[in-house]
């Protein structure tokens, strides 16, 4: 979508057709910087850092990761290894496994010298599809809000989202954001309750800048205001994106987002997930039970960074010297507050038939 | 409660018996400094700029105000300025407008001569009735810990608070915090988990650090986290504060609250109020109709103070130039969701009736 006015991914090929250049999403939304990735570390440690985060990015930079480790080394050993480094690098979005999993089987039956060729056509092709992915996303999702849409005579419709899934998140597009950047360019008005999401304010810090840039309007909030907003019907419609999405529908996605859901439920308001197929794991079902979620460095918590006045970044302790702190990343929403699940192939009911519907081959 | 190893209360009068001292909340957890109120303007400006604030405390600060301006004018004209200023101070605390009918009560048939020193004793008194009424808060909802207590064997007790209803929002004790000190000096183990909330942040900046300085084991949490603890059973209990409840019970207290009351409901995690009696609307039945919610200033949300790894005191912008920004201050929670109101007179339930049969005066 539109930085400044120019179209951008968020991950591509470099000039010189082997290095890959990212948009280093710690440092926004107060610089807009790009960085170079040249070695399998490089990627693991952009996902490790969050320098790209969202599930289907991590998935094309892993892709990538591998590629750019068989650019070093197309043998056996090296793929393992580049497997397992990146592996570990985010517990939670199975993008990651999945993409890896794309990688090993198009790369282990080739001979070493046809690997590294194939590890960038096959990484490109998972950019590309991304990008397809969000737009069938988009498409769907555009149905909805222009129901709503007319349902309120055009008056601006009101989307609650949380975290970012938006292009920043994917390739391009978003997953949450998809329905919403097709609405605005068709000249459908808009206005985006955005939750500051803490920690790491990725609403806040990713979500509005991304919306700024291309011109949509919208509001940031802290997390605790999404209920007031439903009681006082301000909300027409929520959307959030996820990480991870049992067969049976729960979604994992951003902390935060069940406390969302339920006001949704509890005020009659439509809570969707903007859901891309690989995001789905069919081997869960219970998601609350089933799917660990991961601690993160309690500094997230604990540390705000920001600019002072006179612009420095400058990052600045917010809690009390000597308070434990605890940093869960993830929780999960089940299927039973979800109202829809918008795929690149229609718009599924939060359960295990209706995604079957959708995608009858897993059955 | 104690400050480094001293009891302290919120407010008090200095030692030349006339001015009032009060510690700058503003400054909390980084700065404990104990500031000095002369004049009428004085308090309406440390409650405005919410140097104190909690619903209780700005009763107890907004009588010793009305005792300020009598100091230095005892007349009717001054009176009704006081009245008038320090009435459109913060608009959703109802003990603000209990305490100056109080005073109002008691000065406006007094001689002149007589008003400053009745509004001295007044103040004082108001400031040992919340000290009391903490304390009987504290006692029932003991009781409410030790159940807990002795159904986990032993085990400590896990209770999630939201924003800060400790002895910081009141003279001493606290509502929320009451029954939680008592326990702490009972010898009953408990740990209470603390939502920062968000704006202003509040548990993390105040309750994480009075529960600190009185050695109550704690953790501070995104107010994200508190669905995702209560999913997996890592809460036993909830108290949280109130702002204003209505005569049937519906509680309105710092945004956010709704959400974690619908998480507890979801749950079945049990959710208390610690409500002091001056907090009751008697005349409001609909709390999410009738309740008019505070929006403050934006730079709340947009912009976070903290320390440096230096030690300076800075001030960061957190969101995108250009963004708007929205700054709810509280909702609603519908007594639906509350398992029961901890009055200075006992556990009642979330309704009319139940309210009625502790206070039947009020038939």
């Known amino acids: 979508m539109l930085v400044d006015g120019v179209a951008h991914r968020t991950i591509w090929l470099s000039g010189d057709g082997e290095s890959v250049e990212i948009i280093d999403q710690t ?91 194939a590890a960038y056509r ?8 991304d990008v397809g992915i969000n737009d069938g996303i988009g498409g769907h999702g555009l149905e909805l809000i222009c129901a709503a849409s007319e349902a309120k005579r055009g008056e601006p419709v009101n989307i609650l989202t949380h975290c970012n899934a938006g292009w920043l998140a994917t390739v391009d597009w978003g997953t949450a954001t998809a329905p919403i950047y097709r609405a605005h360019d068709a000249g459908i008005p808009v206005h985006i309750w955005v939750g500051e999401t803490r ?10 800048w991304e919306l700024g840039h291309h011109g949509v309007p919208h509001t940031v909030i802290a997390d605790n205001v999404g209920g007031h907003l439903m009681q006082h019907g301000k909300v027409d419609l929520c959307i959030t994106g996820t990480d991870r999405t049992t067969a049976a529908g729960d979604v994992c996605n951003k902390i935060g987002t069940y406390l969302k859901a339920l006001a949704a439920h509890d005020n009659g308001v ?56 605890a940093n869960f990343a993830f929780d999960v929403t089940p299927a039973r507050l979800i109202t ?3 795929t690149e192939r229609g718009i599924a009911t939060a359960s295990r038939e209706g995604l079957l519907d959708l995608f009858p081959e897993r059955r």
Chains 1, 2 share one sequence.
């Open 270 to 325: 439509p809570f969707y997930i903007g859901l891309p197929s690989p995001t789905i794991d069919w081997t869960l079902s219970d998601g609350v039970a089933e799917i660990p979620i991961e601690e993160r460095d309690a500094a997230e918590v604990s540390e705000m960074t920001g600019r002072t006045a006179d612009g420095r970044i400058e990052t600045v302790a917010i809690t009390p010297q000597g308070s434990a702190v």
């Open 27 to 117: 440092r926004l939304p107060h610089v807009f910087e790009i960085i170079r990735l040249d070695t399998v570390d490089d990627a693991a440690k952009a996902i490790r850092t969050m320098q790209v985060r969202g599930a289907p990015l991590i998935g094309a930079a892993a892709a990538y990761g591998v590629a750019l480790a068989m650019r070093a080394d197309p043998g056996d050993n090296a793929l393992d290894e580049a497997m397992t480094s990146l592996i570990v690098t985010r517990p939670t979005a199975v993008n990651l496994r999945w993409a890896l999993d794309e990688m090993r089987k198009i790369l282990q039956p080739l001979p070493a010298g046809e690997r590294c060729g």
């Open 199 to 208: 920690p790491r304010n990725q609403g806040a810090s990713l979500t509005a």
């Open 122 to 129: 096959r990484a490109a092709e998972i950019c590309d599809e």
């Open 340 to 342: 829809g699940l918008i």
